[in-house]
């Protein structure tokens, strides 16, 4: 079975550049989440999804950050204009039914915004 | 201020030995925890989990403690091998539609 599938891999681009992270979950699961990795706040939330509606984004650092989700097997993590501050590993996870069930991770997207 | 907390951002053991990562939470209304394991490169991966009912679940070399009076709990990986080396996070979250509250990581290195 295919897992959380993001791209691209790797993203280097010069600050003030719209960046956009993809995302395709696994499919038959109904939450998706967004998460940034950085080595001072390890692992954040910055918004999650449940059947494509958005249900929490406090964790979206700023209005520079958008997320969106046209359809259950993708969605969008979009930074415009970027900054330096940015560049972190941005994970993207899904799950299935309740809260209970363990989140699926995709292996990331490593940004850096020279 | 940080809810799930791993005080140890390292950890070293021999083979064959015992692994003993801590975890502690601040939050009392937290009822489900979890571990997953990270390699680099990758994305974390799901590991064990415990629900508050319990104190104790266990799956093959994986065991994890909650001791909820004290807000902590522990994974034990007996015996330890090299391929367990790793990052572990310690997760949790409250029963509901809420999301899982991350520590920051142990990173654990199996030295043969």
């Known amino acids: 079975d295919a897992g959380v599938i993001q791209s691209p891999r790797h993203e280097v681009t010069e600050m003030g550049q719209e960046v956009t992270l993809r995302c395709k979950p696994i499919?038959?699961?109904?939450?998706l989440f967004w998460y940034r990795q950085t080595m001072m706040r390890g692992l954040e939330l910055l918004i999650y999804?449940?059947?494509?509606?958005?249900?929490?984004d406090s964790g979206m650092p700023e209005d520079r950050f958008s997320a969106k989700m046209p359809n259950a097997s993708f969605s969008t993590l979009k930074i415009q204009p970027s900054e330096p501050r940015d560049s972190a590993v941005y994970f993207c996870?899904?799950?299935?039914?309740?809260?209970?069930?363990?989140?699926?991770f995709g292996d990331g997207t490593r940004l850096s915004i020279l | 201020d940080q809810q799930v907390k791993q005080n140890s951002p390292s950890l070293s053991v021999q083979e064959g030995r015992i692994s003993i990562l801590n975890c502690d939470y601040t939050?009392?209304?937290?009822?489900?925890f979890l571990w997953y394991k990270k390699y680099p490169a990758e994305g974390p991966t799901f590991l064990i989990s415990?629900?508050?009912?319990?104190d104790k679940n266990e799956d093959g070399r994986f065991t994890v403690f909650l001791n909820k009076s004290a807000k902590h709990l522990s994974l034990h990986i007996v015996p330890s091998q090299p391929g367990d080396s790793a990052v572990y996070f310690c997760?949790?979250?409250?029963?509901?539609?809420?999301?899982?509250?991350f520590g920051k990581g142990t990173r654990l290195s199996v030295i043969a």
């Open positions: 997760a949790a979250c409250h029963s509901g539609n809420t999301p899982l509250v």
């Open positions: 415990i629900s508050s009912i319990k």
């Open positions: 499919s038959g699961h109904n939450s």
């Open positions: 996870a899904s799950s299935q039914g309740n809260p209970h069930q363990p989140q699926h």
């Open positions: 939050n009392s209304m937290f009822d489900y």
């Open positions: 999804f449940n059947n494509n509606v958005p249900i929490d």
